[in-house]
């Protein structure tokens, strides 16, 4: 099986629990979650279906991308998702020469393209409608970054 590093996102069902995670062989792991041979979060909620991935070059980075997704709140996760996927569909069911799946996966080349020039930045990804705010001190001592909803952003 071809490694290729990518961090996904399953759900329960539209709106459902969202599970993130990140992995270099994708096909054998979400196959496994769909299974339920994963013991944990996703066997007990019965969170199975793919409704977004992204490819990376690096496992750093991968990693790095996966904890910034888990820190966000639901609704950015949720508009993440809706970016590429608005209808929730179980993206490992998805097929056709010129339908959904061709789109989304001309989506996964750009963001892999995209991904080099944030890395190289040396920032995340921020969802549309929100401006990333400097990263500041938790009360743990942990460096967070900060979201922030843009004026008039819904």
């Known amino acids: 099986m071809e490694a ?61 991308r996966e904890r910034q997704i888990k820190e966000w709140r639901r609704a950015w996760k949720v508009e993440l998702i809706e970016s590429i996927n608005p209808e929730w569909r179980d993206l490992t069911t998805i097929s056709g020469d010129n339908g959904p799946l061709l789109r989304y996966w001309r989506h996964l080349v750009l963001l892999k393209g995209a991904s080099r020039g944030v890395r190289e930045a040396g920032r995340g990804a921020v969802p549309a409608g929100l401006v990333r705010k400097p990263v500041t001190r938790a009360a743990s001592g942990s460096a967070r970054a900060h979201y922030e909803a843009l004026p008039g952003a819904g």
């Open 4 to 64: 290729q590093l990518c961090v996904y996102i399953l759900a329960s069902r539209r709106n459902g629990t969202l599970y993130t995670g990140v992995t270099r062989y994708p096909v054998e792991r979400i196959w496994q979650h769909k299974e339920g041979l994963v013991p944990g979060f996703t066997k007990k909620y019965a969170v199975r279906l793919l409704v977004y991935i992204e490819l990376h070059d690096t496992m750093p980075g991968a990693i790095k």
